[in-house]
């Protein structure tokens, strides 16, 4: 029954790509050494270089230098580091004041909020019904003693992208520094933190097939146009795109202030403490690799097809998110009337994995914090469903799951006290 | 092997739940829930006047499986019971007969078992049959605040610490909720404080004040 599972929760975690497991496989048994300095033994000098091959495979795929990319263990720990290591830096001079957005992950808003815990003020800032933060408000909440700005490229549950050209200019502009969570972004749109305009053109980042039409997603990227200011810290992870799990990056802008929060080793150019998973960042380098913007026009082909068949087909439905500014493997609406977890699991027994924001469903029995961020009531997120795709979902699948959903829908709503009759 | 969160008896109600619909004309009906906090349920009995017994019982549910499993079997248990017997059934009887519920889920599902006491009470109140008139306490306010639900979080007002102070004196009971006035879910949560404090005998008003 597993294997025939289609597997249509993407955006929570991917498969490992099986060449990935294959890229990973010789550091568990051959070159399993710590990574020593140049003056090591052998084993630790390979062990070195893998290390440092696939930091420069990272970077370049960012547009960074190797060194201004911090390995770690996911988007969780560098999501802690960009916020309470600026904080460390920071905090004791030039102010306690934090931005951020009400609808961030988890790693952001609840390192954030845990900063509020220990005196340091956070300014969270409202989005609009499709999830959009408004740059003016941006502007508006930067103060003098602001330490960091932190503004997630794309959004976890709706797809929403920011436009994070814009507001890394504001931040620029305010001498503020910028992390940006692109924990759901990278590879899948274009990111050039160099100033060289370079994501305008290369795509959604391998950079061998030019893309400009605004369906490619180069204009949700970030690096758009020449000598712009870019992202001073950015978030990234493996398992979002086939990776493996327990593996993250976080890029931080040469000279940025900030300091290590976990103490240790000196590993990592001494902000990440801890023996390097080599295996992982190989791992994370090969899964980046493996992501071409032919499979993201693809991805975004799946994506389109089931919003247009969800909200076309299956009555009082409607699209929670933007409509283009979306990640390519996100989808997202609410079928009314009915609740998600009575949904998923009607899906999960005819096959399909996908997830809800409703309460019922999550451990906290919380709503989903997103859904109520873009003004949706309880009733939103109680019938909200998440669809996202990935490398191993195909045009079949989309088609499967909305015939599916169709008929749980009908099924639900035909026992729902609020459904209209017809 | 496939897992599900639930077990067979679960699931089998939950896809197949019994007694689903709701009657015309019946002599008592509820609806336990409200759309804009989280899960609902209506139920409609029938009673046969002489014996005293439920006749005929359905249920509605905009909920999650525990929720329309519960509505299910609670309905089941409910049917040809006297009015009395049946006000005794209780989420543990429910959740025993469904072969166990998560704990998590007492929250969704006990909206059945209040949804068919509240439809038992409804007939009682319409034909004069209710006796007992124990009179309103802080405690009796606060166990019906406990159904009053916390948009937000999707948990109810007391738990989430949105009531500041509840005070009864002379028929009128004042409820402080510590939210803004002009938040977007204030007025739905006055209205839903009001309808669940109201229908006690003593209560002649109910004022919902907000903090901010």
């Given at each position: 029954m597993f294997g025939e599972t289609t597997y249509l929760d993407n955006s929570a975690t991917t498969r490992l790509d099986e060449r990935v497991l294959e890229a990973m496989q010789p550091y568990f048994f051959e070159t399993y050494a710590v990574a020593t300095s140049?003056?090591?033994y052998s084993l630790g000098i390979e062990a070195r270089e893998a290390l440092d091959a696939a930091r420069g495979v990272l970077a370049a795929r960012l547009g960074a230098a190797p060194e201004e990319l911090v390995f770690t263990s996911g988007s969780t720990e560098s999501s802690n580091l960009a916020l309470k290591g600026v904080a460390l830096a920071l905090g004791g001079k030039k102010g306690r004041h934090l931005v951020t957005t009400r609808i961030e992950d988890f790693p952001v808003l609840n390192t954030a909020r845990a900063l509020e815990r220990q005196g340091f003020e956070v300014t969270w800032l409202d989005v609009d019904g499709d999830g959009l933060v408004d740059p003016d408000a941006v502007r508006a909440a930067l103060r003098q003693d602001t330490i960091l700005l932190s503004v997630q490229h794309a959004n976890q549950e709706i797809g929403t992208v920011q436009d994070i050209d814009a507001i890394a200019k504001i931040a620029y502009d305010a001498h503020v520094l910028l992390h940006t969570d692109a924990t759901h972004t990278f590879t899948r749109l274009p990111i050039d933190v160099s100033g060289s305009g370079a994501a305008a053109s290369a795509g959604a980042g391998a950079g061998e097939e030019g893309e400009t039409s605004p369906e490619s997603g180069a204009d949700l990227?970030?690096?758009?146009?020449?000598?712009a200011p870019g992202p001073d810290l950015v978030t990234i992870s493996a398992h979002t795109i086939h990776g493996p799990r327990g593996v993250g990056a976080l890029y931080v802008r040469d000279r940025t202030p900030i300091r290590k929060w976990m103490d240790g080793g000196f590993q990592e150019y001494d902000l990440r403490a801890g023996v390097e998973d080599i295996p992982g960042a190989v791992g994370f380098a090969a899964a980046a690799g493996l992501v071409t913007p032919k499979e993201n026009e693809r991805l975004r082909a799946l994506r389109d097809r089931l919003l247009d068949c969800a909200l076309g087909e299956i009555p009082h439905t409607t699209l929670n998110g933007h409509r283009t500014r979306r990640t390519p493997q996100n989808a997202n609406v609410t079928f009314h009337f009915v609740e998600g977890e009575s949904i998923t699991l009607q899906l999960d027994m005819r096959g399909f994995a996908v997830s809800t924001g409703s309460a019922c469903f999550s451990k906290s029995l919380e709503a989903s914090h997103v859904i109520s961020g873009i003004g949706g009531d309880h009733e939103r997120a109680h019938g909200s469903v998440r669809f996202s795709f990935g490398r191993f979902n195909s045009m079949e699948d989309v088609d499967n799951v909305i015939e599916a959903a169709a008929e749980v829908v009908a099924q639900l709503r035909a026992i729902s006290p609020l459904a209209p009759k017809d | 092997m496939t897992k599900f969160p639930y077990n067979e008896i679960v699931l089998e109600h939950f896809k197949h739940p019994h007694n689903v619909g709701e009657i015309e004309e019946a002599d008592g009906k509820a609806i336990e829930g409200s759309p804009a906090c989280g899960d609902m349920v209506s139920v409609t009995i029938k009673v046969d006047p002489d014996k005293n017994t439920i006749d005929d019982i359905k249920f509605q549910s905009y909920g999650c499986a525990s929720n329309i499993a519960t509505g299910s079997i609670i309905t089941d248990l409910a049917r040809g019971k006297t009015l009395d017997e049946a006000k005794k059934v209780s989420w543990k009887d429910a959740s025993e007969e469904l072969g166990g519920l998560p704990p998590i889920k007492a929250h969704c599902s006990v909206l059945a078992v209040e949804g068919l006491r509240a439809a038992i009470r409804d007939y009682e109140e319409r034909n004069g049959l209710v006796t007992e008139r124990e009179p309103t306490t802080l405690k009796t306010i606060e166990k019906r605040l406990?159904?009053?639900?916390?948009p937000l979080m999707g948990l109810d007002i007391v738990r989430t610490d949105l009531v500041k102070s509840v005070s009864f004196e002379g028929g009128i009971v004042k409820v402080v909720v510590d939210?803004?006035?002009?938040?977007?879910?204030a007025q739905a949560i006055k209205n839903d404080i009001a309808e669940k404090i109201e229908p006690l005998w003593d209560v002649e008003l109910v004022e919902v004040e907000f903090t901010g």
């Open positions: 140049e003056f090591g990227g970030i690096g758009r146009r020449e000598g | 406990k159904h009053v639900m916390n939210l803004d006035e002009s938040h977007q879910f």
